[in-house]
């Protein structure tokens, strides 16, 4: 053991390296499960119509395209993973070679086979009438448009092939995984987002890049591909210095305690610029786009505060955001049924905020006292209580029923017009608003209140043992919630021009939790970035997103990511230090007593630091 | 010395077992009181029943005399009654300073408007939360300051996790402080340390203190007074030397190696 | 206005009494006085329609027939044995690993599914119309192991790997699986309602039994329900693997040092909730004849709502609230809120199943029966 010779620094040693397993030296039970797991997922990925609906995306002007790519990604996949192995601190790894090839090529050619049974019972069965999916169309392209034979003996091949490739990578350095990395990653974001790409570099004139970059009928040239590829990796190669000095640098920083704000500062002031130059250059459907994350932006940075400050799962918080939307559209529109004052957008608003807090206030109170895990369920009947409350007949004099409000003026400034045809004007609201919501949320965290929220999150009863008024305090994390929920349902009535009880789904609700968590509950980066990708790149609920092609199978891909986030990194994409100790605290415990971090003076530390998971965990 | 806390025929039960009966106990103003017992004989409900987090079946508990039976913990706590936790539970994802900020909630009042608009009340507010936590942690000496105000309470050693606690209880500004086995699982340097400190709370700080203990030689070495209970009754009370040589009390812990039973009080939590 | 909250609570009066609590105190009294008038109200427009009370309340009573109300009861009951069915499945679960199955509403949706495919095959072959009552058990059967195939896999891929994680990280998770498996039978089955096959006239005529007007397959409902119940009582409280099951329900750690494989017994309890929730799919289709990818979100939610009715972790509290529950849910809408004056009542008759949950929270958060749980899940 190397001695650590200050607290916070602890040098690993050497990790001792064995030679490689031989190549058939496999344990065949995992691999023949990887196989079968890759199998069914490809199988999975055909019947559910991903090849067949994904086909008209191309990612590769005439030789690869989404719908491919959904299927080709498994055995990739799987073959790095059956490959992967996990090293514990101080214990001796495998060297990596022909052993982890083999078994990679092994799954990915067992998971390729599952496609080729596949065709060989389209050939021989018909199950249309259940499967939607079992058709000519699907068996063409699974076919290549050639006999089935090829198509079995093809998948196979690609599988074996992928599944050995994903393997491989481990034989690469660190610094050439990372190469490739960059590569791929480089030439699907530029495919990926075309259409956003086309409409930027229209903006800002720059049409040769595009025409050079995409071919006619959408995807990447082939030779354009290659340049992305080869430029990617120039950037990458020598740019790879000068980012880790940067992060020394910021982490040095971070030290000293002032550097690392000021950072963060310069780096908010600079994003907010761009935000407010960008939309000027770029079209009608990036704006469009931009504003529908801003919508989802404001939504899931209240729910954070609930969920993620707080520790309330709120499931019906659909209902804030009905309110918000009703509250707006009674007040503005001539055709409100039962009263309609006709208010500007503005003194609306104001109302809003008060309707919202109150109704934060009410669903709030009954449920408040309640254990976690049934207010989850409660808060998700007030969401469906609510969007039946204003579907009904009984009601609708009021609320108009299933036909909603309509007719609901677009938000007049005087000097600013914000309106659904015009979405950058949208855009520009609701980013004034999420700045708001963000000082907001940015603020309390750091306040009395804040660490009252947190202290709940940890452990609840301790937390009224030392004095906190728990109802109290979690009302208002409902409230604030409901607040902020609301600012999105004014704008979104003012955008769309109408409100109808559909739009106020439960699923709304878990899209929103799907972004908090997924983006990193209880930090703010983290809320935007899982804004900004799931809202951004799939879409919303009912907001198509950049790959509107996959409109379709978002809900899926949501259901899939939540599973996903929560079984590998419940602390989200852009994590809190703070949540992630949490969710990870037995690993961070055993990891400072590996790092000698915990106390030396102390010579009772050691035997009793097992008691530690439960000290925090909350009842 | 004026009556600080009161407790009248207090009693309870868990579904048919008492886990306190009758129970007769006061504390005076200024002073340090020991409770011991074999296990499961009733003292951590004791604590529980005052600080509000168990509702008693019969009896009454005042404090400065009025009765706080039924009052919410929270309502306790700002009452000016602090208490520990036997099975240590600090807030473990928050940092030091902030687990003992965060205790003066109910000694403080800015809102979400003082924190939205950084009113100079807000900040004043937040300076003098933060000189008081340091103090409180300062006295504990060098081991709860300096770097280890910014690190999360998950990365200390059992003892300073026990310091802590009694840190966040201290900062919630109590007349009254209730030590729920203080030094258990610390070696007897660091028990003889903390000895001194309880003693020096109330010297210093002038909280009165009720502390549950199984090493005899802190209680010989702290409290003015020591009760006894056993089966949720209490069996003697009265100065160290008296309980200890009681026979009913040696009875009680009969076979049972005192040192031994400080581990768990599996039964009365 | 937070501060004169906060305020009032520090000061004795009320002995510790917030105005949260009061609040709540006066939404209690609210939800039964409401509850009473109505029903007074409909007793009044029983006796007489023109009556001053009934016209007051509402002056568009019109009241029910003693047959329509023997329809509504026995319609309710069918559909509330069938939600004590699911309940006991969030049951059974909750008790052992404490916490909500939510995608429990997706199993009992899979197996009305595969319900839905086994009878329309075996009507294309002729064989449902033919020889029913075998068909029938050929459907349940096979959506028993569709469902308990599902359960049993949800719980290996979702839950195992998060045992022991905060409480609230599983039911996410669980609320994940319910997405996704709704999703994925959208996308592999389309997302229009498939039909049940016409049932035989004999099962569908009504039958008069103790003046009771009742068809033919609701008695069908009420008899399977009653077997699979009498069944699960027996497996629970009369099997080594059901003793095990509670040993594991009571304390999962003392279970495994009295030689319990405690995984076996989750699996198993996951397996028997799953078969529970496929025999009522069945009934559901017997019932509606009709299954869409989302016909498991409400009938999940509504016998997660019967379980806490029943108190969870309790069997026969389950069952008794899936009875309830369904009686509740058919009767309450035409003998509460259509006396109080709300017109349309039929659409808010999920509003109903939602506010008796919150009502039942709200007055005995152990529900009716009380609750069966291991301390340390009652937190």
């Known amino acids: 053991m190397t001695a650590a010779t200050q607290p916070n620094e602890y040098v690993a040693d050497e990790p001792t390296i064995l030679p490689g397993k031989a190549p058939l030296d496999q344990d065949w039970a995992d691999v023949a499960k990887w196989g079968a797991i890759g199998a069914s997922t490809m199988i999975f990925v055909v019947l559910s119509g991903m090849l067949t609906g994904l086909d008209s995306r191309l990612v590769i002007e005439r030789v690869f395209s989404l719908g491919y790519l959904a299927v080709v990604w498994v055995p990739l996949t799987l073959g790095f993973l059956v490959a992967r192995e996990e090293v514990l601190e101080g214990m001796a790894s495998h060297a990596k070679g022909a052993n982890e090839v083999v078994s990679g090529g092994i799954v990915g050619a067992l998971s390729g086979a599952g496609l080729s049974l596949l065709i060989l019972l389209m050939d021989s069965f018909d199950l249309r009438d259940p499967l939607v999916n079992w058709s000519d169309k699907t068996l063409g392209l699974l076919q290549f448009s050639e006999d089935s034979f090829f198509g079995i003996v093809m998948w196979a091949v690609i599988g074996l092939l992928l599944g050995a490739i994903g393997a491989g990578l481990h034989l690469l350095t660190p610094d050439m995984r990372r190469l490739v990395k960059i590569m791929v990653v480089t030439v699907l974001f530029v495919s990926v987002f075309e259409t956003f ?24 040239t082939i030779i354009s591909t290659i340049v992305l590829a080869i430029v990617a990796g120039l950037v990458a190669f020598f740019g790879k210095g000068r980012v880790k000095q940067a992060q020394t640098r910021i982490n040095a920083g971070a030290v000293e305690g002032g550097g690392r704000t000021k950072a963060n500062i310069a780096m908010f002031v600079i994003g907010g610029l761009l935000l407010v130059i960008l939309p000027i250059f770029t079209g009608k459907i990036t704006n469009e786009l931009l504003a529908n994350v801003g919508i989802f932006l404001l939504l899931a940075l209240g729910l954070n505060i609930v969920v993620g400050l707080a520790g309330i799962l709120d499931l019906g918080y659909v209902a804030f955001f009905a309110a918000g939307s009703y509250t707006t559209a009674i007040l503005t529109s001539p055709n409100s049924p039962g009263w309609s004052p006709e208010l500007p957008w503005w003194v609306a608003l104001i109302v809003t905020i008060g309707v919202a807090a109150l109704a934060g206030l009410l669903i709030g109170a009954p449920v408040i006292r309640m254990r976690g895990d049934y207010l989850a369920i409660v808060t998700l009947g007030f969401g469906e209580i609510i969007r039946l409350l204003f579907l009904s007949d009984w009601l609708s004099p009021w609320f108009g029923g299933a036909q909603g409000i309509t007719n609901i003026p677009p938000a007049d400034f005087g000097f600013f017009e914000v309106k659904g045809t ?30 009252a929220w947190m202290a709940i999150r940890e452990d609840e009863s301790v937390a009224e043992a030392m004095g906190i008024n728990t109802v109290n305090v979690k009302l208002m994390a409902f409230v604030v919630g409901a607040v902020l929920a609301s600012f999105a349902g004014a704008v979104f009535s003012a955008k769309v021009g109408s409100v109808f009880p559909s739009s106020f789904l439960i699923l709304v609700s878990i899209i929103i939790l799907v972004v908090v968590i997924v983006g990193g509950m209880g930090n703010i980066p983290g809320v935007i970035v899982g804004a900004v990708v799931l809202i951004g790149v799939l879409g919303g609920p009912k907001q198509p997103g950049l790959l509107q092609e996959f409109s379709e199978y978002k809900l899926l891909i949501y259901g899939a990511l939540l599973i996903f986030m929560m079984l590998t990194k419940p602390e989200g994409l852009v994590p809190n230090a703070r949540r992630t100790r949490e969710l990870h605290q037995d690993e961070f415990l055993q990891d400072a007593w590996l790092r000698k971090q915990v106390d030396e003076d102390e010579e009772a530390s050691e035997a009793e630091l097992g008691d530690g998971p439960t000290a925090g965990a909350p009842a | 010395m004026s009556r600080l806390l009161e407790i009248e025929d207090l009693s309870v039960t868990f579904g048919g077992l008492h886990a306190l009966n009758n129970l007769n106990f006061h504390v005076d103003e200024g002073e340090i009181v020991s409770v011991i017992g074999p296990n499961g004989a009733g003292k951590t409900t004791f604590f529980n029943l005052i600080s509000g987090m168990v509702n008693p079946s019969a009896g009454d508990i005042r404090f400065k005399g009025d009765s706080i039976v039924g009052f919410d913990p929270n309502q306790v706590t700002a009452l000016g009654i602090a208490r520990t936790f036997q099975n240590v539970r600090l807030f473990a994802n928050m940092t030091i300073l902030e687990n003992v900020m965060v205790s003066q909630h109910c000694r403080t009042k800015q809102g979400l408007f003082g924190a939205l608009f950084q009113t100079p009340g807000f900040k004043k507010e937040e300076v003098e939360i933060r000189e008081h936590a340091e103090k409180v942690l300062g006295f504990f000496g060098s081991r709860l300051v300096g770097y280890r105000l910014e690190q999360p309470a998950s990365v200390l050693s059992y003892a300073n996790r026990r310091r802590l606690e009694i840190a966040r209880a201290m900062a919630t500004k109590p007349e009254l402080i209730l030590l729920d086995e203080p030094v258990a699982g610390m070696n007897p340097k660091e028990s003889a340390e903390l000895t001194g400190l309880i003693g020096r709370l109330r010297s210093e700080w002038g909280f009165t203190v009720v502390m549950i203990e199984h090493d005899m030689n802190v209680v010989r070495d702290v409290s003015d007074r020591v009760v006894c209970l056993d089966h949720g009754e209490p069996i003697a009370a009265g100065s160290f030397e008296e309980v200890s040589t009681n026979p009913e009390v040696v009875e009680a812990y009969l076979g049972r190696p005192i040192e031994k039973s400080r581990e768990t009080d599996g039964a009365a939590t | 206005m937070w501060e004169i909250l906060t305020a009032a609570t520090r000061s004795k009066t009320g002995k510790g009494k917030t105005n949260v609590d009061r609040f709540l105190t006066l939404l209690r009294v609210l939800l039964i006085g409401l509850l009473v008038i109505g029903f007074l109200a409909f007793i009044a427009q029983q006796i007489n329609p023109q009556n001053a009370f009934a016209q007051r309340v509402n002056p568009d009573a019109t009241g029910l027939t003693a047959a329509q109300f023997k329809g509504l009861l026995v319609t309710g009951l069918s559909q509330g044995a069938m939600y004590g069915l699911i309940a006991l499945g969030y049951s059974m679960v909750y008790g052992v690993l404490g916490f909500i199955n939510f995608a429990h509403g997706e199993v009992f949706m899979l197996g009305a599914f595969s319900g839905f495919i086994t009878s329309s095959k075996l009507f294309e072959a002729g064989a449902w119309e033919a020889n029913f009552i075998l068909s029938l058990l050929l459907v349940v059967l096979i959506s028993i192991i569709v469902s308990t195939g599902a ?20 039911l996410i998770t669980s609320i ?35 003046t009771f007007e009742i068809e033919g397959t609701k008695i069908l409902v009420l008899i399977v329900a009653a077997v699979s ?34 995984n076996r017994t989750i699996v198993t309890t996951f397996a028997v909730g799953g078969a529970m929730a496929g025999v009522a799919g069945i009934l559901w289709g017997i019932l509606f004849r009709s299954v869409i990818a989302t016909s498991g979100f409400l009938p999940g939610i509504k016998a997660f709502t019967a379980a806490v009715i029943g108190g969870i972790g309790n069997l026969g509290g389950a069952m008794a609230g899936g009875i309830s529950l369904g009686t509740a849910e058919s009767l309450l809408p035409l003998m509460i809120l259509e006396p109080l004056g709300v017109n349309g009542v039929s659409q808010l008759r999920d509003a109903i199943a939602f506010l008796l949950l919150i009502l039942v929270l709200l007055i005995k958060p152990t529900g009716l029966f009380g609750e069966k749980l291991s301390g340390d899940d009652r937190a």
Do not use: C, H
Request: proline share 5%.
């Open chain 1, 197 to 220: 790409l086309t409409d930027l570099f229209k903006g800002f004139g720059l049409v040769f890049i595009t025409d050079f970059l995409y071919a006619a009928r959408g995807g990447l």
């Open chain 1, 422 to 451: 015009d979405p950058r004007s949208v855009f520009y609201l609701v980013l004034a608003l999420s700045a708001i919501a963000i000082y907001v949320s940015w603020r309390l965290e750091r306040s009395r209140m804040g660490r």
């Open chain 3, 151 to 170: 359960a049993v896999i949800m719980e290996r891929v979702a839950y195992r790997p998060l045992r022991g994680s905060p409480r609230l990280i599983p």
């Open chain 3, 176 to 210: 994940g699986v319910s997405f996704f498996i709704q999703n994925a039978v959208i996308l592999l089955f389309g997302p229009g309602a498939k039909g049940y096959p016409r049932l035989p006239e004999w099962l569908t005529e009504k039958r008069s039994i103790l």
């Open chain 3, 229 to 262: 119940m009498a069944s699960l009582w027996w497996f629970v409280e009369r099997t080594k693997t059901g003793k095990a099951m509670r040993a594991v329900a009571e304390d999962k750690e003392i279970a495994s040092l009295m030689g319990i494989n405690v």
